[in-house]
């Protein structure tokens, strides 16, 4: 008789682990893996799409594992409302020197109009769609964005740092061309964005989290469970 107790708690076990997975799964639908953006201010630095760039790229550090969902970046005014989005590994070089990695993990062009935040500061936002770029929380990134025309300039972060996830290296630029042999400017050679300086630039990176082990491992268990008592009961009652 005391089998029935144990059935009722295992099913609501089972019940509460469904509901966790499923709250897991909605509540943190998207949450921040980095961030060094606000407020930015503006720089003379362009990054523009095209065969010679200049294209810029900072690297950035997830604080979060998870396929990216959602970009955003601080920048001038852009005159297109195309821009190109690329993401990179990290390579280090025979000097010992970090940079963009090629090829890049993928690159996608998106559509964002800014919303001016700030004299000659603007905030672009765009979903990343396919997820095809998933972040290991600790490993080093690099990320790009260059308008379709010439001229958008990219914003600096605050000082400071990052408030989520880590940041390493100076920003780099690209205008392609010797010794790469790849056509555009996305192979290198990298060189400092600001000579003689040290610059970063301000952007955020949003994923889509991964799920919890241990609710896993408790809707396992749950259900290992269940199944058992529910054999045995069946046992039980063919022997009477």
């Known amino acids: 008789m005391k089998r029935y107790p144990i059935m009722s708690m295992l099913c609501t076990l089972l019940v509460l682990s469904l509901c966790l997975c499923v ?120 990320f790009s964005v260059a308008n379709a025309a010439n001229g958008w300039t990219w914003a600096n972060p605050p000082a400071g740092g990052p408030t989520v996830g880590t940041q390493s290296f100076p920003a780099l630029v690209s205008n392609g061309g010797a010794p790469s042999v790849v056509g555009g400017p996305h192979d290198g050679p990298w060189l400092p964005a600001a000579p003689g300086a040290i610059t970063n630039f301000a952007f955020r990176i949003s994923v889509v989290p991964e799920p919890s082990s241990s609710v896993y491992l408790l809707l396992l268990t749950s259900c290992v469970g269940l199944i058992s008592c529910v054999k045995r009961h069946r046992q039980l009652r063919e022997r009477a």
């Open 23 to 142: 709250a897991q799964g909605t509540t943190h639908a998207t949450i921040i893996a980095y961030d060094w953006s606000v407020p930015a201010t503006p720089s003379n630095s362009i990054s523009y799409h095209s065969a010679t760039g200049p294209v810029l790229a900072d690297d950035f550090t997830p604080a979060v594992s998870g396929p990216v969902n959602q970009i955003e970046w601080w920048g001038s005014g852009a005159s297109s409302t195309s821009f190109e989005v690329t993401f990179h590994g990290n390579n280090v070089t025979t000097a010992g020197r970090s940079e963009p990695a090629y090829p890049f993990l993928s690159q996608h062009f998106v559509n964002a109009v800014g919303v001016n935040v700030a004299p000659n500061v603007f905030h672009y936002t765009a979903s990343w769609t396919p997820q095809d770029v998933s972040l290991v929380a600790g490993t080093p990134y690099w």
